[in-house]
C-alpha cells in the first residue's frame, strides 16, 4: 500500500534557526497537508495545498511558516525562525480528492532547542 | 469555524466489553466525518469513516452512528481487545475546496486484560 514518507525522523534545531520539513504524497493524490501535534494534545490543522497554491491556512500558519512543491513529489515546510513552541510532531497528509481520507505520514519530530 | 468536541478524554475498559467515544461538532455544513486511531508515537491511521447522507456504518467490531439534526456521532467498539488501545480521534470536514480536517482532542482508551 502506498504511503507518505516524511524526512527526517527527527530535527533538533536551535532558536532562530530555520528548518525545512519534507514530504512525499502518495503518487496520485491532489490534496497536500501540513499538521501539528504538540506532545499530548490534538491534532491542529496548518495550512492545505492544492493546484501549487495555498487553498487554506489556520491561524497557527503565520509569516514564519511557508509550504513549497519543488517537484512533482516533494512537498516541504519551511519554518523560517524557529521557536521553543515551535516544539512538536509536524505530519504531512495527502488525500486524492478534496472530501476523501487523509492519509498521514508518520511525522517529524520538531525539537527547538 | 467548525469546532470538534470529543468524550470522555479518557476511557478504561475490560477487554471484551464495548466502548463508545462521542463527539459533536458546530457547523452543519460539515458532512464527512472519519475517526483515526493513533498508537503511542506513530501516525494517525483512518479506521472507519461515514458521510452525511448515512446513519450508521459498520466495519466489523467497529461501528460510527452519525445525528445530523443533534450534530454529533459516536464509535463503537465491540468485544475490546488490548491491541485497541490507542488514542482515538474523531474529525469534521465539509468537503469544500481547499477544507481542513478538524479534530477533537482525543479519547485516550486502555483496554484492561
Known amino acids: 500500500e502506498p504511503e507518505v514518507t516524511q524526512t527526517p525522523s527527527h530535527q533538533v534545531t536551535q532558536m532562530g534557526q530555520e528548518v525545512i520539513l519534507r514530504c512525499v504524497p502518495i503518487s496520485n493524490h491532489l490534496y497536500f497537508y501540513w499538521y501539528r501535534q504538540i506532545l499530548g494534545q490534538k491534532v491542529e490543522f496548518l495550512v492545505s495545498f492544492y493546484n501549487n497554491e495555498i487553498s487554506e491556512k489556520s491561524e497557527i500558519f503565520d509569516d514564519q511558516f511557508s509550504v513549497e512543491r519543488p517537484d512533482g513529489s516533494n512537498f516541504t515546510l519551511k519554518i523560517r525562525s524557529t521557536k521553543l513552541e515551535d516544539s512538536a510532531m509536524y505530519f504531512c497528509?495527502?488525500?486524492?480528492?478534496?472530501?476523501?481520507?487523509?492519509?498521514f505520514g508518520n511525522g517529524t519530530r520538531l525539537t527547538v532547542t | 469555524g467548525e469546532n470538534v468536541e470529543q468524550h470522555p478524554s479518557t476511557l478504561s475498559v475490560q477487554e471484551g466489553d464495548s466502548a463508545v467515544i462521542k463527539c459533536t461538532y458546530s457547523d452543519s455544513a460539515s458532512n464527512y466525518f472519519p475517526w483515526y486511531k493513533q498508537e503511542l508515537g506513530k501516525r494517525p491511521q483512518l479506521i472507519i469513516d461515514i458521510r452525511s447522507n448515512v446513519g450508521e456504518k459498520k466495519d466489523q467490531r467497529i461501528a460510527v452512528t452519525l445525528n445530523k439534526t443533534a450534530k454529533h456521532f459516536s464509535l463503537h467498539i465491540t468485544e475490546t481487545q488490548p491491541e485497541d488501545s490507542a488514542v482515538y480521534f474523531c474529525a469534521a470536514s465539509k468537503g469544500n475546496y481547499g477544507q481542513n480536517f478538524v479534530f477533537g482532542p482525543g479519547t485516550r482508551l486502555s483496554v484492561l486484560p
Open positions: 497528509a495527502s488525500s486524492d480528492t478534496y472530501n476523501s481520507p487523509l492519509h
